[in-house]
């Protein structure tokens, strides 16, 4: 009796360990393929693998993956944010019209918080209670933003970056950039969140199946909400470090990252279809999209050679590693 | 008696199955009572002309932007297309009138083919459309900018009659934009293509085992795409008389607004031309208002957005309802 209760447990355990290798590579495959691009980098040429590269390679990482990793959470949950490049570039107009101002610093973060916050709820109670598609949604909060950057600075944005952002930004510390410290302490924070976290395991429920998760009880809405929030709130982090990284501010900071960093998390195996999605995945995508462009600009090719190499390497990477969750499997 | 039910239902069900219609239609009456209390001239034949004039580009880019999301997909290279096609217009003609007509087909014939590629690839690589068209947006930008740097060529002078003249009073690139819509339209009803369109959209998997041939149906939709991305590049380098490689960047997302605002469902399967085309006129109409009004570009942004918002929260009320 109790052996056949020991084995009807073991068979599925069995079945799962067999299965588990495949599986542990298709979701840790697209890390695989860093040291491989890394390596290649090296082969092309010898300054990509020097430490002074490296640690560019890290500053210019840190921003995207923190918006890359606030995408994540709103795609899982079915959704896309198109805002977030608008939002980083109104933090960074915010930093620098705010720096000159009695609170500094202070006033700088609060300001940018209150904004994101806004927007993110703006997007969730779009998306929620009126049901507005994610896209037209966060596309609407975009052109919103950008219109009142506009009528705010008046199409020419002026102030000086805050010192502590120009050290977060494109500061080291021991050769390690400041921005790629933030971007550990957020991702281990958010990888808790949501991994760990019973929000986390709401957040996959919600976007798994909305219907289970209403059946569950789950406030899907709240649940929503907070992740577009939250998105909201690393785009706007990304976009004070990047202003600190270019050291000047003009209204498009961060033009492209709305994009960039979609594609990073389709890269990452974040399933465009919502309820599947990692901040490793996250993070490992931004990074290919990162280093491929690092090595074109190293091998001295034109700016728009990598722009072209940069279309097909994202096309080459989603073929190999993103057909299997869009599910048309013919 | 029952003739009268059937009537009134049938109404109903029109009535219904084009709320978005309707809700357009709305929404440019509601701008045009604003714009009459504005200014007397706002109401005019003359202006009404000119913001259909207005509506020619964002009208040419979001009917083949209506194709691709009826099918289920997305279309996130016509930026760059739109910038490519009219880079190479100006630049391959280059003030010589003797080659417009080849350069015209010939560009024209590129931009199918650039959709006939992004279909390919979409079925080939099975990979998302989203993906693969702005992978194809990125390539395309860089291909525009290896052609040119900056401003390149220039058009015959006569060949801005396509942005600027007038038949019978009526602006011919705008009137283009309605025919090619009214074909397209009649395509989607009547060919039995069309209808799959409609069908992939709403069902990619029930598509599939009827038997409908995916790629030859992605072949279509983002081949008419294409196309009119590349009447879009030469309508463009028609009005600036000059190509500029970024002249199409912000038409990529703008080119989606329309298509939604038509009442066509971001999902696919469900909505048509005639919306997208409505939906250009309401944006035109609204700018054309705002700037009666003389409210700032930065505001009218935002205006833009609000407008926008309110759209998409209403319709989706309808939806739930019925």
Known sequence: MSERLTTSAELPRAIAASWSLLRLLGRFGMILILPVLLGLGGLLSPAFLGASNLSNLLLQFAPLAIVAMGQAFVMIVRGLDLSVASMMATAAVIATSLSGSAGGIAAVFAATLAVAVAIGVLNGLLVTKRQVSPFLATLATMILLQGFRFAYTQGAPSGNVPPLLRLLGAGRFHGIPYDALVLLALAAGLAVLLHRSAFGRRIFIVGGNPMTARLFGIRSDLVMIGCYVISACLAATAGLILSGYVGLVDNWVGQGYELDSIVACVIGQVSLQGGRGSILGALAGSAMIVIIANEVLLLGLPIQVQMIIKGTAIVIAAALYARRQIGLDD | ?322
């Open chain 2, 1 to 322: 008696m029952t003739g009268a039910v059937v009537a009134r239902t049938e109404r109903r069900w029109w009535l219904r199955s084009n709320a978005s219609l309707a809700g357009v239609l709305v929404l440019i009456g509601a701008v045009s009572l604003v714009g009459a209390t504005v200014s007397d001239r706002f109401l005019s034949v003359g202006n009404f002309l000119n913001v259909f004039e207005q509506t020619t580009d964002l009208a040419l880019v979001s009917i083949g932007q209506t194709l691709t999301i009826l099918s289920g997909g997305i279309d996130l290279s016509v930026g760059s297309l739109i910038s490519l096609t009219s880079c190479l217009t100006s630049g391959l003609i280059n003030n010589d009138p003797n080659r417009v007509i080849a350069v015209v087909i010939g560009v024209l014939a590129l931009g199918t083919l650039v959709g006939f590629v992004n279909a390919g690839l979409v079925v080939a690589l099975r990979v998302h459309p989203l993906i693969v068209t702005l992978g194809m947006g990125a390539v395309l930008q860089g291909a525009t900018l290896l052609y040119a740097l900056g401003p390149v060529g220039r058009v015959p002078r006569g060949f801005n009659f396509l942005a600027y003249g007038r038949i019978y009073g009526l602006p011919l690139g705008a009137t283009i934009a309605v025919l090619l819509c009214l074909l397209i339209a009649l395509l989607l009803r009547y060919l039995p293509l069309g209808r799959q369109i409609y069908a992939l959209g709403d069902d990619a998997n029930a598509a599939r085992l009827v038997g409908l041939r995916r790629t030859r149906i992605l072949m279509l939709v983002y081949g008419c795409s294409g196309f009119c991305c590349a009447a879009t590049g030469l309508y463009l380098a028609a009005r600036f008389g000059v190509g500029q490689p970024y002249t199409g960047v912000n038409y990529t997302l703008a080119s989606i607004t329309p298509v939604v605002l038509g009442g066509t469902l971001l999902s696919g399967g469900k909505g048509g031309v005639s919306g997208t085309l409505l939906g250009a006129f309401l944006i035109a109409l609204l700018n054309n208002l705002l700037n009666f009004m003389d409210v700032s570009k930065h505001y009218q942004l935002v205006a833009q957005a609000v407008i926008i918002m309110l759209a998409v929260s209403v319709y989706v009320e309808r939806r739930r309802t019925v």
